[in-house]
C-alpha cells in the first residue's frame, strides 16, 4: 500500500491463435471424425452384436449343402 500509481488488473486477454494453427487443428479434427466414421461403418454390426457367420441362413434348414446333401 504504498503512495505510487496503482495498476488495475483488466482481465485475461489471450492472443488468438495463428491461422495455419486453426486450420491445422480443423484439417486433423475432421480427419478423425472420418476415421471413425469409416470404423463404424466397417465394425458397427459386428460391436452391436451381429456375427457374419449368422447372417444369411448358410448350411441350415431345408436347403441341399454344396456336395448335394440334404
Do not use: C, N
Not at 479434427?29 to 476415421?35: D, I, K, L, P, V
Not at 461403418?41 to 448335394?68: I, N, R, S, V
Amino acid at each position: 500500500m504504498g503512495s505510487g500509481a496503482h495498476t488495475h488488473y483488466t482481465g485475461f486477454h489471450p492472443h488468438p491463435p495463428a491461422l495455419r494453427y486453426r486450420v491445422l487443428s480443423q484439417l486433423l479434427g475432421a480427419s478423425m471424425w472420418f476415421f471413425i466414421f469409416y470404423r463404424a461403418k466397417q465394425d458397427g454390426p459386428k460391436l452391436l452384436g451381429a456375427h457374419p457367420w449368422e447372417a444369411h441362413g448358410h448350411g441350415h434348414g431345408d436347403k441341399k449343402d454344396e456336395h448335394g446333401h440334404h
